[in-house]
């Protein structure tokens, strides 16, 4: 029997692209706020009304740049998404405090995967966040994603060894490479974003080659 993958389509701009990601089996849909970088950027009203305009039952998640707990917790009572992905590495109190703030919220902690200091910091998350998503951003560079790059998925191997909680795989990845990718990391799933799109809009055929695929 074929294992079945976690799929999260991110980068969501519309209700007609979030039901499409829906169709073909997306358990997430990544929706992004506003940030210095990356595709799909949308603001907090954008947001609420995508959320509003699809089945109550999806599972939305807002993507924040925030660093700062109160605002973080404010930008989501705005959306009233299923989920958050900080996309900053924040640290563990603030982690720890978004968590205490909003308990039912599911909460997706980015670490991106720049060398092998990514292991302990993946650890680190693990008390206070349901997932960890890897990623090819370069905080220190002020890129948070959405890069349709690559990085060292024998980094990202090692954090699916270590970690305790579900990790999800994101960074270029395609219908060329995704098999690849799970076959060297073992992720619980996988994120992506450009790597289904044409000219910014999510390719419905693009998509139906990587869900065969997984």
């Known amino acids: 029997m074929s294992k079945e993958y976690f799929l ?5 701009s519309s209700p007609e692209e979030a039901l499409l990601a829906l169709e073909h089996g997306a358990d997430f849909l990544g929706l992004v706020g506003p940030m210095p970088s990356g595709p799909g950027i949308l603001s907090l009203e954008e947001i609420s009304q995508i959320v509003r305009d699809i089945p109550a039952e999806a599972k939305t998640v807002l993507l924040t740049s925030s660093s700062d707990v109160s605002a973080i917790i404010t930008d989501y009572n705005q959306v009233q998404t ?7 590495e924040l640290a563990v109190s603030d982690l720890a405090a978004v968590r ?3 308990p039912d919220v599911i909460l997706l902690a980015v670490v991106h995967v720049e060398d092998a200091s ?3 910091r993946a650890k680190s998350y693990e008390q206070s966040a349901d997932y960890i998503l890897l990623d090819s951003g370069k905080p220190t560079a002020g890129i948070l994603g959405g890069t349709g790059n690559t990085h060292d998925w024998s980094v990202s191997k090692r ?8 990790v999800l795989l994101a960074g270029g990845l395609n219908a060329e490479n995704v098999k690849d990718a799970l076959d060297g990391v073992n992720p619980y799933g996988v994120d992506l974003c450009s790597g289904v ?6 390719d419905p055929d693009k998509l139906i080659d990587f869900v065969a695929q997984l």
């Open 8 to 12: 999260k389509v991110c980068c969501i």
């Open 82 to 88: 299923k989920a958050i992905q900080l996309v900053r």
């Open 100 to 102: 205490a703030a909003l």
């Open 118 to 120: 990514a292991i302990e």
């Open 159 to 166: 954090i699916v060894e270590e970690v305790e909680i579900p």
């Open 197 to 202: 799109r044409t000219d910014g809009h999510l």
